[in-house]
């Protein structure tokens, strides 16, 4: 994929994104009971995080497509392949006072709260737990998967919290949805993108302690831009990244973001529990497979063919490619880990080049020989016998063992659910098939050269 191509999928990942926000503006000034316009906020906050990661994602390509112009772009040989990274299990334990807990005194404190996180661009919220005194733990049931994560991977966690004694009046309520309803959807549509983006520079500001997700710190914008309705408030944030992932629960700890005395606040103990697993790709399909020679003797020039395949730790060799697919057991198993060292010899007369796989077997140091037919085939296998290791020593324990992640189950907002409004802003003119996106990429570029001018 081109500069060009990638720079044109990303602007259209932004122009899909300002579109829903658009549209989740207005469902939020048109809801009149308090649990749909906890929906809508939440979509609103949601959107706003994702447009500005993928500003900061087409800063980074736009750096990098610099650099390489005028010849800085870094070289590496050798790149980690990517894999699957999911959260699941959720709990945050609260630390409520006795006599708010157990004697049950007190003014009654009731939060909306709800979870966002991030692994480079890929956002994703869960749903909205209502948190009183009466509960011991934040639980959410929500699996979450991050898809073409990296090793070097960072999943930022959030916990955001909306004070629900903030009651909207229904005379409010009415007469926003009328104004907002009222209003041509015709709009111009840079008016409506630069909104869009000014206020999810705000909420990156105002969430995020100062400092928008890209690292850049938001102009002073005016709060009043963003829509009106019950606000999110940061109350608690972590980053994980690859140590902590194991089969299992886990403590992390908890950056807190707010004081007793916020409206928005909750007495959390301080850190979270969930259960974080990685799958990368070398350990969940085939790398290589077809037919190889292996020296079985290591004194005698005895040569054994068989059908390799290169599958998680190990290169497994068949008798022939019928026995694999017969499920049949190996007739020989090479370990392939991370501590497993590969080199490539001069080539002899009558074997060609041979690769030489140094491992351990059962506590003992081994040598495996292997060879192929032709010299190209030869570099293939030992070019993707390094990769494989390399990948391996990059994913560290997660390719230990092959961790199982659980489907997520299917989550039905009851915001999108109730009647077709949101629809019907979303895509005012077409069937509720796939979002529309606009063709808004000149407006679009006219806004980012100016998100970008001081960038360079």
């Known amino acids: 994929m081109n500069d060009k191509t990638q720079d044109e999928k990303v602007l259209q990942q932004i122009e899909r994104e300002v579109r829903m926000r658009e549209g989740a503006s207005k469902l939020l000034a048109a809801c009149s009971q308090r649990d749909q316009a906890l929906e809508a906020s939440k ?6 995080a994702r447009i500005l990661a993928l500003l900061s994602q087409l800063q980074k390509m736009r750096k990098a497509q610099i650099l390489e112009r005028e010849g800085r772009r870094p070289s590496k040989d050798l790149v980690p392949c990517t894999g699957k990274v999911a959260l699941s299990d959720l709990r945050i334990p609260l630390m409520w006072k006795d006599s708010e807990y157990f004697k049950n005194k007190g003014e009654l404190h009731r939060c909306a709260v709800f979870c966002l996180l991030q692994c480079g661009t890929e956002i994703h919220d869960t749903n909205i737990v209502m948190v009183d005194r009466t509960l011991t733990d934040i639980c959410f049931e929500d699996t979450i998967i991050f898809n073409k994560v990296s ?51 705000v909420c990156g500001s105002a ?35 690859i140590q902590h992932v194991q089969e299992g629960f886990k403590t992390h700890d908890l950056t807190l973001s707010a004081t007793e005395d916020s409206p928005f606040w909750l007495p959390l103990y301080g850190n979270m529990c969930c259960r974080l697993v990685a799958q990368p790709l070398c350990m969940i399909q085939t790398e290589m497979s077809g037919q190889i020679k292996v020296k079985l003797e290591e004194d005698l020039d005895y040569w054994e063919t068989f059908y390799g395949v290169l599958w998680m730790q190990t290169l497994l060799c068949y008798q022939n490619q019928e026995d694999l697919e017969s499920e049949d057991k190996p007739l020989l198993v090479i370990p392939i880990r991370k501590d497993t060292s590969v080199c490539v010899s001069e080539g002899d007369p009558v074997h060609g080049q041979n690769i030489y796989i140094s491992t351990q077997t059962q506590g003992e140091d081994a040598t495996y020989t292997v ?27 997660c390719c230990d063992d092959t961790m199982k992640i659980e489907t997520p189950s299917s989550r039905k907002s009851n915001m999108l659910q109730q009647g077709s409004l949101y629809h019907e802003i979303v895509t005012p003119s077409s069937p509720r098939k796939s979002p529309v996106v606009p063709d808004l990429s000149n407006e679009m570029r006219t806004l980012l050269s100016y998100y970008y001018k001081d960038s360079y």
């Not at 969430?207 to 940061?234: C, F, I």
């Not at 060879?371 to 324990?397: D, F, G």
């Open 207 to 241: 969430s995020g302690g100062g400092e928008s997700r890209s690292g850049r710190v938001s102009p002073p914008l005016s709060l009043g831009q963003s829509a009106s309705g019950p606000k999110y408030n940061l109350l608690a944030h972590t980053t994980l990244r």
């Open 371 to 397: 060879t192929t037919h032709t010299p190209e085939e030869t570099q293939c296998w030992n070019k993707v016998l390094r990769q494989h290791i390399y990948n391996q020593s990059q994913w560290k324990q």
């Open 43 to 48: 979509s609103l906050l949601t959107c706003n």
């Open 151 to 201: 090793p070097e991977f960072q999943l930022r966690v959030e916990l955001y919290s909306s004070c629900s004694v903030e009651e909207l009046s229904p005379g409010a309520l009415t007469s926003r949805r009328m104004s907002f309803l009222g209003g041509s959807l015709g709009c111009s549509s840079g008016k409506k993108i630069r909104a869009a983006f000014e206020t999810a520079t």
